[in-house]
T-cell receptor
Framework: KAGVTQTPRYLIKTRGQQVTLSCSPI?????VSWYQQTPGQGLQFLFE???????NKGNFPGRFSGRQFSNSRSEMNVSTLELGDSALYLC??????????????FGQGTRLTVV | AQSVTQLDSHVSVSEGTPVLLRCNYS??????LFWYVQHPNKGLQLLLK??????LVKGINGFEAEFKKSETSFHLTKPSAHMSDAAEYFC??????????????FGKGTKLSVKP
């Protein structure tokens, strides 16, 4: 069974640009969550999608957005990039998005560097 | 609100000696608690989870953790460290409630070093 696939693995962007990251969940999983990992703030929840609907959102500015397609693949977009957006972006897939009864599986992440 | 505090940012042990990684939690709901491990350049892997069943939880690779409500703790232990255990470990909490879907709240992490 294939794991969670995130593309691309590495990205370098310039301040002010926008970027789109992609996450393909494990087959059969309908929930995809996104996290930002930085040395200073650690791992922080961005948002969660289930069956193409955003059910939950963390405390990030509106520049961070996402969507989910009918095949459960998800994308997240960051517009007007800032230096502070440099981070490892992780996506997690699970069957139902309820971590107390289903395991969340993480991808290897996309390393975004903003210069 | 939920939060976790990992009491040590770095722990160093010798191979073959016990491992103890400490975690305290705060939760206004009955929490679910997890330990995840992150090896360099790899994704996060679930080691074990507590979801209100047995308070002593056994995980993969010989790790276990005990949920102590009176102490609000969920410390991770292993009797004998291996070199391959060197990684960063995250204590994680999730509330079992509507509006918490997909939202895992991570501690700051503890880097475990294992000396030969």
């Amino acid at each position: 069974k294939a794991g969670v696939t995130q593309t691309p693995r590495y990205l370098i962007k310039t301040r002010g640009q926008q970027v789109t990251l992609s996450c393909s969940p494990i087959s059969g999983h309908r929930s995809v969550s996104w996290y930002q990992q930085t040395p200073g703030q650690g791992l922080q929840f961005l948002f969660e999608y289930f069956s193409e609907t955003q059910r939950n959102k963390g405390n990030f500015p509106g520049r961070f957005s996402g969507r989910q397609f009918s095949n459960s693949r998800s994308e997240m977009n960051v517009s007007t990039l800032e230096l502070g957006d440099s981070a490892l972006y992780l996506c997690a897939s699970s069957y139902s998005g309820t971590p107390w009864n289903t395991e969340a599986f993480f991808g290897q992440g996309t390393r975004l560097t903003v210069v | 609100a939920q939060s976790v505090t990992q009491l040590d940012s770095h722990v160093s042990v010798s191979e073959g000696t016990p491992v103890l990684l400490r975690c305290n939690y705060s939760s206004s709901y009955s929490p679910s608690l997890f330990w995840y491990v992150q090896h360099p350049n790899k994704g996060l892997q679930l080691l074990l989870k507590y979801t209100s069943a047995a308070t002593l939880v056994k995980g993969i690779n010989g790790f276990e953790a005990e949920f102590k409500k009176s102490e609000t703790s969920f410390h991770l232990t292993k009797p004998s460290a291996h070199m391959s255990d060197a990684a960063e470990y995250f204590c994680v909490v999730s509330a079992r409630s509507e509006g918490s879907q997909g939202n895992l709240i991570f501690g700051k992490g503890t880097k475990l070093s294992v000396k030969p």
